[in-house]
C-alpha cells in the first residue's frame, strides 16, 4: 500500500498571511491532483500536476510537483477566508496498477478574517 | 441540474435497517466510485464501476452491496450496519478509469445507532 502523507494536519492562520501544506510519499506516481473540501461539500479538484518539476499556479495558489514525482506542495499567498477547507493530495498511476487514487488524510486550513 | 447528486443528504438507520444510498451524474462519465470518509484518515476507495462493470471491490463488508444499473446511476445498499459505519459516504465519477480527475457529489452523513 502505497502511503501519502499530508503535514500539518490542521492549519490555522490569519487573512493575509501566507501558507504551505505539503504531500510526501516514498512511492512515486505518474501524477498528482489536489483537491478541496469545503464543509458540507464534496471534494473538488484543483489542479493536476504530471511532470516532475512542475509548477502550477491557480491565481494565489502555486502547486509543485517534486523532481522525483514523490512529493508535491500547495502554497497559498495572502489567504483569504474563502480558502478554507480541506485539501487533499491524491496520486495516480503509483505501482498499484490502473491509475487508481491513493489519497493523503488531508490539511484542515482555517482562515479567519 | 449540478454534476454528480447524492440522495439523501442525511440518513440516520438502526443496526437492523436496510438503506439505501443513490448517486446520479449529468456527466456522461464512464466511471462511478463509492469512497467512504472518516476524520483524519484518508479517502477509502470502497467499490468502483466502468461501463457498469465492477472492477474494483475493496474488500469490503458484505453488509455493503453495491449496484450499478447504468452509466448515470449508482446506488449502495446498506443493512446490518455497525456503529463504525458512521461516515460520509461520497460517490464520484470519472471520464474512465485511469488517471481521470475524480467529480464528487456532496455525500451522504450517515450515522448508525
Known amino acids: 500500500t502505497q502511503l501519502l502523507e499530508q503535514s500539518p494536519q490542521f492549519l490555522s492562520i490569519q487573512e493575509g498571511e501566507n501558507l504551505t501544506v505539503y504531500c510526501n510519499s516514498s512511492?512515486?506516481?505518474?501524477?498528482l491532483q489536489w483537491y478541496r473540501q469545503e464543509p458540507g461539500e464534496g471534494p473538488v479538484l484543483l489542479v493536476t500536476?504530471?511532470?516532475?518539476?512542475e509548477v502550477k499556479k491557480l491565481k494565489r495558489l502555486t502547486f509543485q510537483f517534486g523532481d522525483a514525482r514523490k512529493d508535491s506542495s500547495l502554497h497559498i499567498t495572502a489567504a483569504q477566508p474563502g480558502d478554507t477547507g480541506l485539501y487533499l493530495c491524491?496520486?495516480?498511476?503509483?505501482?498499484?496498477?490502473?491509475?487508481?487514487?491513493?489519497f493523503g488524510a488531508g490539511t484542515q486550513v482555517v482562515v479567519t478574517p | 441540474e449540478t454534476g454528480v447528486t447524492q440522495t439523501p443528504r442525511h440518513l440516520v438507520m438502526g443496526m437492523t435497517n436496510k438503506k439505501s444510498l443513490k448517486c446520479e451524474q449529468h456527466?456522461?462519465?464512464?466511471?462511478m466510485y463509492w469512497y467512504k470518509q472518516s476524520a483524519k484518515k484518508p479517502l477509502e476507495l470502497m467499490f468502483v464501476y466502468s461501463l457498469e462493470e465492477r472492477v474494483e471491490n475493496n474488500s469490503v463488508p458484505s453488509r455493503f452491496s453495491p449496484e450499478c444499473p447504468n452509466s448515470s446511476h449508482l446506488f449502495l445498499h446498506l443493512h446490518t450496519l455497525q456503529p463504525e459505519d458512521s461516515a460520509l459516504y461520497l460517490c464520484a465519477s470519472s471520464q474512465d478509469i485511469v488517471n481521470s480527475p475524480l467529480h464528487f457529489g456532496n455525500g451522504t452523513r450517515l450515522t448508525v445507532t
Open positions: 491524491a496520486g495516480a498511476g503509483g505501482t498499484d496498477s490502473w491509475g487508481k487514487l491513493q
Open positions: 456527466l456522461g462519465h464512464n466511471a
Open positions: 500536476v504530471v511532470t516532475g518539476g
Open positions: 512511492s512515486v506516481f505518474s501524477s
